[in-house]
Every structure is written in C-alpha cells, then in structure tokens.
C-alpha cells in the first residue's frame, strides 16, 4: 500500500498564501519508485462535489491545472523526499475547501503521464479555510 499524508492547510486571509505537501510512505515504493506514480491535488466544500486542481507526472516534466487555479497555483515535486508541493497564492475565499492528494501509478514508460488512469491511493486532507 501506499501512504499519503497532507499537511500546511490553516487559515490564511485573502490574497495570502500557503504551500500544502503531501508526503508519500509505504512499502510498495520498495519494488515501485515513486517516480512512477502521478500524483493530483483535489479539494471538497461543504455541500460541493469534489474538484481536480492540478496534476504532475512523475517525472515532474507534465503538469496540469483546473480553470479554477490557472495562474495562481503551482505544482511541484521532489522525488528524493517522495514529497509532491501544491504553492497556492493570491487566495479567495472561494478556494475554503478541505484539499486531498492522490496517486496513481502509471507504468515505467508512463514517467510523463498526467493524469494517471486512475488515482488508487488518497490521503485524509488538509484543510484551507480563506474567510471572507
């Protein structure tokens, strides 16, 4: 199994910034490489659907944004610290939502595939409160 763990969500006012991670863990990175998982970053308000952002290939070479966060979010990882980085500026109140990573993996010659067919593994969430 693969383990994500998100954390640097807070309260933050409007126009601020913050930079969540998500930290993967777990055996299975023993036989396959994190290199070979794309990760994406979801959010969910209350009473709303849930929201692709963004995603990176594993690689870290393809990156894609939602409409919602083009511009103002930016997506990064470190595979040496199995650490996949969401840098969110010029927050809104609109952006309050409790923000999940996830990870599918892809294939050895999928190291530039974003997104992956499917995202297996989600960690538990960190949430990101803008007051209006």
């Known amino acids: 199994q693969l383990q994500l763990v998100e954390s640097g969500g807070g309260l933050v006012q409007p126009g601020g910034s913050l930079r969540l991670s998500c930290v993967a863990s777990?055996?299975?990175?023993?036989?396959?490489?994190?290199?070979?998982?794309?990760i994406g970053w979801f959010r969910q308000a209350p009473g709303k659907e849930r929201e692709e952002l963004s995603c990176?290939?594993?690689?870290?070479?393809?990156?894609k944004y939602g409409d919602s966060v083009k511009g103002r979010f930016t997506i990064s990882r470190d595979n040496a610290k199995k650490t996949v980085y969401l840098q969110m500026n010029s927050l809104k109140p609109e952006d309050t939502a409790i923000y999940y990573c996830?990870?599918?993996?892809?294939?050895?010659?999928?190291?530039?595939?974003?997104?992956?067919?499917?995202?297996?593994?989600w960690g538990q969430g960190t949430q990101v409160t803008v007051p209006s």
């Open positions: 990176i290939s594993g690689n870290g070479g393809t990156t």
């Open positions: 777990g055996s299975i990175l023993d036989y396959h490489a994190i290199d070979y998982y794309a």
């Open positions: 996830a990870a599918g993996a892809v294939p050895t010659y999928g190291s530039s595939w974003c997104p992956p067919a499917d995202y297996d593994y």
